[in-house]
């Protein structure tokens, strides 16, 4: 989409990216110790998650949304990379966490929830996937939030001062919740305790 008007007397024309949306990206812990299941078997990684924030103030039903991470420079997300949210709502000025399970694990959500002190209930409030959805690489990634070809949110890590530096385990990256114009949201830190149950004052 190409977007025209003028700066004073003069004319200027650019491209928009962003879908004005009130969903955010909000927190992303993408890498954590490895634990036991009930079995006794060594888990790695077990508790990533992802947090999105509806800022609205009405429930938002993600029928058609989908997130999707670039996972190499230049090459389109395959679909393995995306997850689509058809059936999840996410009610008014509210999160809702996205746990990326390990594939084949016996973890359940009351094993996320103790892990993290928190309540949540599965398919109210956090969503549960196998899908690799999120990357904890310590390369430069790239993650949106898409509603059919069009970008609702974007974040990245890995880039720039923070390459290979962004992930660190048990710990969460804290996004701002007011993207700039092209929709990225500003990192804040990499180091925050991890918050799945809601959205951090000050935000």
């Known amino acids: 989409m190409v977007v025209r008007g003028r700066c004073g007397r003069r004319p200027v024309c ?18 954590t110790s490895p634990a036991a299941d009930k079995e006794g078997n060594i888990i790695d990684n ?3 998650y992802l947090q ?16 999707r991470l670039w996972h ?25 966490t996205i746990w990326r399970k390990p594939q084949d694990s016996r973890l359940t ?6 892990h993290y002190g928190v309540m949540l209930k599965e398919n ?7 899908q690799s959805f999120i990357s904890a690489s310590g390369k430069a990634r790239r993650l949106e939030l898409m509603f059919g070809t069009e970008t609702l949110a ?40 991890p918050s799945p149950a809601g959205l951090r004052k000050g935000l």
């Open 154 to 193: 974007r974040v990245e890590y890995n880039f720039g001062k923070g390459a290979g530096r962004d992930v660190v385990t048990d710990r969460a990256m804290v996004f701002d919740n007011q993207p700039n114009l092209t929709g990225t949201s500003r990192l804040i830190t990499t180091k925050a305790k």
């Open 109 to 114: 959500v009351e094993d996320f929830n103790r």
């Open 72 to 96: 190499t420079t230049g090459r389109a997300p395959s679909e393995a990379r995306m997850l689509k949210l058809d059936g999840a709502i996410i009610k008014a000025g509210s999160t809702l």
């Open 46 to 48: 077990p508790f990533s």
């Open 52 to 67: 999105l924030y509806n800022a609205s103030n009405r429930d938002i039903t993600l029928s058609g949304y989908y997130t």
């Open 124 to 130: 109210e409030n956090i969503l549960v996937s196998e």
């Open 14 to 31: 650019d491209t928009a990216m962003l879908l004005l949306s009130p969903l955010r990206i909000t927190e992303l812990c993408a890498r």
